[in-house]
């Protein structure tokens, strides 16, 4: 059974600051996606990453994987308020791509 | 260019009452899928279809049923509710071999 697991579940930050957020997933995917969450909203794609050592960067976002470590890190730099919602990690369906298996989500809060 | 809609954006049901979730897509996606997402644990898959006529379940199926007779509807049925299914329902599509998956706006749904 695959199994996802973020930490952590809940980041209350300061603007300005770094953080990272951490993402275990227990099977071999090369497949991991980072969708952010506003109240009441829909998930909004942030990063697809889809092979070993990808780094993708959007603003003051950057996520990367690691498939030997099963491992995807999403990494916040200078955060600002806007930065605050719930990011969810998802690993892919390793033989079709039809369907996802999510982590708990991170509640992040930038506080100025 | 609708995407994924789902309709109701919300609904309030007694226990016991049946419904279905209604689930379209116009981009001629072959995979769709369906998930709840509970407070504290993310979003779990319902159930999902790789095509016309062809479903299985996913993590938590119990409660629901779905049936998949054209490729752009993924209705969700919900035959008797109860207090548990009360979340908010997300369905996804996504296209063979492009990895990227559309989210619906969800069902805010309540049992009561």
């Known amino acids: 059974e695959l199994k996802v697991e973020q930490n952590p579940l809940f980041l209350s930050m300061q603007e300005g600051k770094n953080y990272t957020i951490y993402c275990n997933y227990s099977t071999t995917s090369d497949r991991l996606y980072w969708y952010r969450q506003d109240p009441g909203k829909s998930l909004e794609s942030l990063f697809v990453?889809?092979?070993?050592?990808a780094v993708k960067q959007e603003g003051r976002l950057m996520a990367s994987l690691d498939t030997k470590a099963r491992l995807s890190t999403l990494h916040i730099t200078a955060a600002v308020h806007d930065l605050s919602a719930t990011y969810f990690c998802?690993?892919?369906?390793?033989?079709?791509?039809?369907?996802?298996?999510f982590g708990e989500g991170t509640q992040l809060t930038v506080n100025p | 260019n609708a995407g994924v809609t789902q309709t109701p954006k919300f609904q309030v049901l007694k226990t016991g009452q049946s419904m279905t979730l209604q689930c379209a897509q116009d981009m001629n996606h072959e995979y769709m899928s369906w998930y709840r997402q509970d407070p504290g644990m993310g979003l779990r898959l319902i159930h999902y279809s790789v095509g016309a006529g062809i479903t299985d379940q996913g993590e938590v199926p119990n409660g629901y049923n779905v049936s998949r007779s054209t490729t752009e509807d993924f209705p969700l049925r919900l035959l008797s509710a109860a207090p548990s299914q009360t979340s908010v329902y997300f369905c996804?599509?996504?296209?063979?071999?492009?990895?990227?998956?559309?989210f619906g706006s969800g069902t805010r749904l309540t049992v009561v």
């Open positions: 996804a599509s996504s296209e063979v071999g492009n990895y990227g998956y559309t």
């Open positions: 990453l889809l092979s070993n050592g």
């Open positions: 998802a690993v892919d369906d390793f033989t079709s791509g039809s369907r996802l298996t």
